[in-house]
């Protein structure tokens, strides 16, 4: 077996990568990729440089994996910048460094794509040891493994035990499908004064004179298409003072190729488009992944990410809805804290133990986070 790298998505063809893969999952898609790269979201310009790779018996593919060089650590969300300050002050590199991840998506998933002959336990060992040897011979000082699916976390278990990676966990907040009927269904597994709240929150949107709709696929428009970039790039700046990390080139293409895995929610007020929130789902989960708006509006946020989500799979069958990164807010709408992994492996042994130490003091405290936060979740005693 041998390993082959790829400076482009491009040079790997749509159905051998998707094949290989045979996930729903829309983050891990050829046409996903390859929208970041070709619309330059994702480039050695802005420290993303690709070398995927590809695991080879002879010339018969047997696995591949998204693979990047970074110079930074931007876009990731597993936050690592005291590693490189401590390198920095040892006077070592801690840049580049090699990832696996989706950039830009804190989503967990599938991150290697397997051949139906092979097991994920088989060709591990053959992709870590051409890693090592990647990172040898071009100075990497690590590789990071970001939000594994299960399946992955479990083959990855007998390893990290070993010592050979070091494991991280984080707290997210996720909707749980419990075979509603509709979302009156939901809200009556809520404690009283929840269920009022998420009413009258409900209530203030359309008493602005707020409509909303869900829009899949070919159903949205050109104008409602250009009011989601309008209102995305308007809060972007507001936020952060500059523009978004995704341009307009990166969502037409997924327009273009992903359009059956794209959900818009649409928020008007007199005919304009005011508000809009765009998800990603397959069968089983839905996504929220990009918002913004064009004036503030009194909880229009909650019902335009999260409600509107929540009636979305209920209305889909769709088990679990992962409205993004962050916000104790969402707790008590009925999203619960759940645990998310990285994994990280630290060429130097010195560092690697350092790291170590600090990620087993960072599991305790995000243990007990996760346990405070499960006390302000909303459902009733006899739900729970």
Same mark, same amino acid.
């Given at each position: 077996?041998?390993?082959?790298?790829?400076?482009?998505?491009?040079?790997?063809?749509?159905?051998?990568?998707?094949?290989?893969?045979?996930?729903?999952?829309?983050?891990?898609?050829?046409?996903?990729?390859?929208?970041?790269?070709?619309?330059?979201?994702?480039?050695?310009?802005?420290?993303?440089?690709?070398?995927?790779?590809?695991?080879?018996?002879?010339?018969?593919?047997?696995?591949?994996?998204?693979?990047?060089?970074?110079?930074?650590?931007?876009?990731?969300?597993?936050?690592?910048?005291?590693?490189?300050?401590?390198?920095?002050?040892?006077?070592?590199?801690?840049?580049?460094?090699?990832?696996?991840?989706?950039?830009?998506?804190?989503?967990?998933?599938?991150?290697?794509?397997?051949?139906?002959?092979?097991?994920?336990?088989?060709?591990?060992?053959?992709?870590?040891?051409?890693?090592?040897?990647?990172?040898?011979?071009?100075?990497?000082?690590?590789?990071?493994?970001?939000?594994?699916?299960?399946?992955?976390?479990?083959?990855?278990?007998?390893?990290?035990?070993?010592?050979?990676?070091?494991?991280?966990?984080?707290?997210?907040?996720?909707?749980?499908?419990?075979?509603?009927?509709?979302?009156?269904?939901?809200?009556?597994?809520?404690?009283?004064?929840?269920?009022?709240?998420?009413?009258? /929150?409900?209530?203030?949107?359309? /008493?602005?004179?707020?409509?909303?709709?869900?829009?899949?696929?070919?159903?949205?428009?050109?104008?409602?298409?250009?009011?989601?970039?309008?209102?995305?790039?308007?809060?972007?700046?507001?936020?952060?003072?500059?523009?978004?990390?995704?341009?307009?080139?990166?969502?037409?293409?997924?327009?273009?190729?992903?359009?059956?895995?794209?959900?818009?929610?649409?928020?008007?007020?007199?005919?304009?488009?005011?508000?809009?929130?765009?998800?990603?789902?397959?069968?089983?989960?839905?996504?929220?992944?990009?918002?913004?708006?064009?004036?503030?509006?009194?909880?229009?946020?909650?019902?335009?990410?999260?409600?509107?989500?929540?009636?979305?799979?209920?209305?889909?069958?769709?088990?679990?809805?992962?409205?993004?990164?962050?916000?104790?807010?969402?707790?008590?709408?009925?999203? /619960?804290?759940?645990?998310?992994?990285?994994?990280?492996?630290?060429?130097?042994?010195?560092?690697?133990?350092?790291?170590?130490?600090?990620?087993?003091?960072?599991?305790?405290?995000?243990?007990?986070?996760?346990?405070?936060?499960?006390?302000?979740?909303?459902?009733?005693?006899?739900?729970?």
């Amino acid at each position: 077996m041998h390993c082959k790298f790829y400076s482009a998505i491009a040079d790997i063809p749509p159905s051998l990568w998707n094949g290989l893969f045979n996930s729903e999952n829309p983050f891990v898609q050829h046409a996903f990729l390859l929208a970041l790269e070709e619309s330059g979201c994702v480039s050695p310009q802005k420290g993303w440089q690709a070398r995927h790779m590809m695991l080879m018996d002879g010339d018969q593919p047997l696995a591949v994996m998204p693979l990047y060089a970074k110079n930074n650590s931007y876009g990731e969300f597993v936050f690592d910048w005291g590693w490189a300050e401590a390198y920095q002050r040892y006077g070592l590199d801690y840049y580049p460094k090699l990832i696996t991840a989706i950039p830009f998506s804190p989503v967990a998933g599938p991150r290697i794509g397997v051949s139906s002959t092979s097991g994920t336990g088989e060709v591990f060992p053959a992709l870590l040891a051409a890693l090592h040897q990647l990172a040898e011979q071009h100075h990497y000082s690590s590789w990071h493994l970001l939000f594994p699916g299960q399946h992955l976390q479990a083959a990855l278990l007998d390893l990290k035990e070993e010592g050979a990676f070091l494991h991280r966990e984080a707290v997210q907040f996720h909707w749980y499908n419990r075979d509603y009927h509709g979302f009156d269904d939901f809200l009556a597994t809520l404690r009283s004064s929840r269920r009022k709240n998420i009413k009258r /929150e409900r209530r203030m949107v359309a /008493e602005q004179g707020i409509s909303l709709q869900r829009k899949t696929g070919a159903e949205i428009s050109d104008e409602e298409w250009q009011g989601f970039y309008f209102c995305y790039m308007n809060t972007y700046r507001k936020r952060s003072g500059h523009d978004g990390y995704l341009n307009r080139d990166f969502f037409d293409r997924l327009r273009t190729s992903l359009a059956s895995q794209l959900m818009l929610v649409v928020a008007r007020r007199a005919d304009e488009v005011v508000a809009c929130s765009l998800f990603l789902f397959d069968s089983n989960r839905l996504y929220g992944r990009y918002w913004g708006a064009l004036q503030e509006f009194s909880c229009l946020h909650f019902e335009t990410c999260f409600y509107q989500g929540i009636e979305f799979c209920i209305e889909r069958g769709l088990q679990e809805f992962d409205p993004g990164t962050q916000g104790e807010h969402k707790l008590m709408r009925g999203f /619960e804290p759940v645990k998310s992994a990285s994994y990280h492996w630290i060429a130097d042994s010195r560092f690697r133990q350092a790291i170590a130490d600090f990620l087993n003091h960072e599991k305790r405290s995000t243990d007990r986070y996760k346990k405070q936060a499960e006390t302000f979740l909303p459902y009733r005693k006899t739900d729970s």
